[in-house]
């Protein structure tokens, strides 16, 4: 899930840039300390933004810079549990299916991709259902739920299933629902 958090830190101005405009200066400083960093309560900091800068700062005894307080918006991704996620399938290996989430990957295990026996072509790249014949590839865009997610300062690990209904390649929802349709009428 995506959201805009409130931040409040202190950023240091060295001596070198007091020439330039206080507002520059610590939007540069804060976005080249914030942006890209998982942090275990926000999430990954995809980009931040409205830094407000206290014109006023502080001086360390020993320390030529000066110190001010800023406040600013984050946009953070946190992957949360049960959440349902769309995206592209960016890589297949044996071992199952790896889909794009934003500024992460997500694992889709080969027992979590569908109610089928599975065989990877690794010539092809493909995940193919033995009964179904349903294939997942490489840019087929699906839809999953979170089922894990391990969020540390060393990385995010995220687990998914789409062994669910309206869950998978969104070209199977679609003949799913087709289907549905033929029956109802």
Do not use: C
């Not at 995940?127 to 060393?154: C, F, K, P």
Request: proline content about 4%; cysteine-free.
């Amino acid at each position: 899930m995506y959201y805009v958090a409130k931040v409040e830190d202190v950023v240091r101005i060295p001596p070198e840039r007091f020439g330039e405009p206080l507002e520059t200066v610590a939007s540069e400083l804060v976005r080249s300390k914030y942006e890209g960093l998982i942090f275990p309560e926000l999430g990954i900091i995809v980009a931040v933004s409205n830094v407000k800068v206290s014109e006023v700062g502080r001086i360390v005894p020993g320390d030529g810079a000066t110190y001010h307080d800023v406040v600013f918006d984050a946009l953070a991704f946190l992957p949360v549990i049960q959440e349902v996620v769309e995206g592209e399938i960016v890589e297949i290996t044996d071992f199952g299916a790896f889909m794009r989430l934003g500024p992460i990957d997500g694992l889709i295990h080969v027992s979590q991709v569908m109610d089928d026996y599975l065989v990877y072509d690794k010539r092809r790249g493909a995940l193919m259902g033995r009964e179904s014949n349903r294939i997942l590839q490489e840019g087929d865009l699906v839809r999953a739920r979170i089922v894990t997610v391990s969020l540390s300062s060393r990385g995010v690990k995220v687990g998914l299933t789409m062994r669910q209904p309206f869950l998978g390649a969104l070209s199977w929802i679609e003949e799913d629902l087709k289907k549905m349709e033929e029956k109802v009428k």
